[in-house]
């Protein structure tokens, strides 16, 4: 007979219990009548019976004796009746193998799955629960059929691991303990099940390093990363949630795997560096404080995503160095530049928009711009609307009067202005308008507005300071 198998079987008396009967309930020589069905069988012979269900294509580890592992499974009966199953509590019977923990037959059959296997376990009962049974639900000498499917496994001295999927072409500088990292991840089980991801929610994942920001084992794989870099992180539980696990996302020691992507990385006392992509042979004249500057730029995450371009506006960008118009790390990568001169410049975020960032920039990035500077016009100092290059003539009113008559008016006073700034020997604010300097400098002299400035109203000034007459004319 097979299990499940039913059969009619009529026995004649002299292959029953003959002429005589037996126990006051089968008479002499009567024909018996049995209907049966066979719901188990084994031999005292029988082995621990595996048959392999599906296995997956690549199997990095298999288990071993010691392994703590994860597994779902439907328990039946030789016959297919269900006596238990952990896909009906929705959690995975979690153990080590190999250390008595489990049915003999189990420890045995459970040896040398991969993750994602599925596998039959036919247990005979003498490696089972043998004549006792179990409950009400395993009766005794009964043989147990395991639906096993291996969800996790690892060992307790298993340490993180990292695969490097993607290395950059340059990596010049690597994260080390005390860097602010920007990452974004994928997280899953081993299984390939699915619990977080950064890329969902549009916003990196960041952290200081080795600092116990992060679950141990993630604060150690983030040692040694290159800008770029993506990496496979594969933690055992014991260096991530242990065996409480995170809340409904994250079960009791669950192995898991992140594939990150380092978007950038700094320290905070990072400086602003700079890198000379371009410099013209002929370098006499320097961009410095109060310097009216063209310039062209790109700027970018340091992943290559590009925020934003002087292209975009059609023409180059202008500002006034010193001015506190542009970021503070902006500002140090356009000093000492020549026309012509291009440079890669990176910024970290406390020389930038800091940990909140600004529109279209995320909170904590670094950038990175492409800078080319177009024009350079010198400054003046802030507060200043001319300066002169050299020495102040002198005496002054008589080099501002042109003709000799005594008076100044506006038109012979932007005269002087205009052949000192063109001989070279002044220089007014550049980036406003040349006549409206001029005018307001005119008025300042003229003390009593008549329109003319003669020599008393001149000396007066003068005899202020040094500061007054050099700010006012």
């Not at 048959?51 to 199997?59: A, D, E, L, N, Y």
């Not at 340059?170 to 920007?182: A, H, K, L, M």
Request: glycine share 10%.
């Amino acid at each position: 007979m097979c299990v499940n198998e039913r059969r009619r079987i009529t026995v004649p008396p002299h292959l029953g219990y003959g002429s005589v009967g037996t126990g006051g309930l089968i008479p002499p020589d009567a024909t018996l009548v049995y209907d049966v069905l066979l719901l188990d069988i084994w031999n005292a012979e029988d082995k621990v019976e595996i048959r392999t269900i599906s296995k997956p294509v690549i199997c990095k580890r298999s288990t071993v004796a010691s392994d703590f592992i994860r597994y779902h499974y439907n328990g039946t009966l030789l016959s297919g009746e269900a006596f238990d199953s952990s896909y009906s509590r929705n959690t995975t019977y979690d153990t080590y193998l190999g250390q008595g923990d489990l049915i003999k037959g189990m420890d045995e059959g459970l040896v040398g799955m991969c993750v994602g296997e599925r596998r039959i376990i036919i247990v005979p009962p003498f490696l089972a629960y043998g004549e006792t049974g179990h409950g009400t639900k395993i009766p005794p000498q009964a043989t147990l059929v395991f639906e096993v499917l291996l969800v996790d496994v690892f060992n307790p001295k298993d340490d993180v691991t990292a695969e490097v999927t993607k290395m950059p072409k340059n990596c010049s500088r690597r994260t080390v303990t005390g860097d602010y990292i920007r990452y974004h991840y994928n997280g899953t089980f081993q299984d390939g099940t699915f619990f977080d991801s950064s890329y969902q929610r549009n916003s990196t994942y960041n952290t200081y390093i080795g600092m116990g920001y992060v679950i141990h084992g993630m604060d150690k794989a983030l040692q040694g990363l290159c800008t770029g870099e993506k990496r496979r992180i594969t933690i055992p539980p014991h260096m991530a949630y242990g065996e409480k696990g995170a809340g409904n996302l994250i079960p009791g020691s669950a192995v898991l795997i992140f594939d990150i992507h380092v978007i950038d990385f700094h320290n905070p006392k990072d400086p602003v560096k700079i890198r000379v992509t371009h410099k013209p042979q002929e370098c006499n004249t320097t961009s410095e404080a109060d310097d009216l500057i063209h310039y062209r730029y790109n700027c970018s995450l340091m992943d290559g995503t590009l925020l934003y371009s002087s292209d975009q506006l059609h023409s180059p960008s202008v500002t006034t160095l010193g001015a506190s118009k542009v970021i503070m790390g902006l500002e140090e990568g356009l000093k000492g530049m020549c026309v012509g001169e291009r440079r890669e410049v990176v910024i970290p975020p406390h020389w930038a928009h800091g940990e909140d960032g600004a529109v279209g920039v995320p909170g904590s990035a670094v950038l990175l711009f492409e800078l080319e500077l177009v024009q350079l016009q010198k400054g003046v100092p802030e507060g200043f609307m001319f300066v002169w290059l050299g020495d102040i003539p002198d005496p002054l009113f008589n080099a501002l009067d042109l003709n000799g008559d005594k008076r100044v008016p506006l038109e012979e006073f932007s005269e002087f202005i205009r052949l000192q700034v063109k001989e070279g020997k002044g220089r007014l604010r550049p980036g406003v308008d040349i006549d409206s300097i001029i005018k307001d400098m005119f008025d300042n002299q003229d003390q009593n507005k008549d329109g003319k400035i003669v020599e008393d109203e001149l000396k007066i000034k003068n005899e202020d300071s040094e500061q007054v007459r050099r700010d006012e004319l």
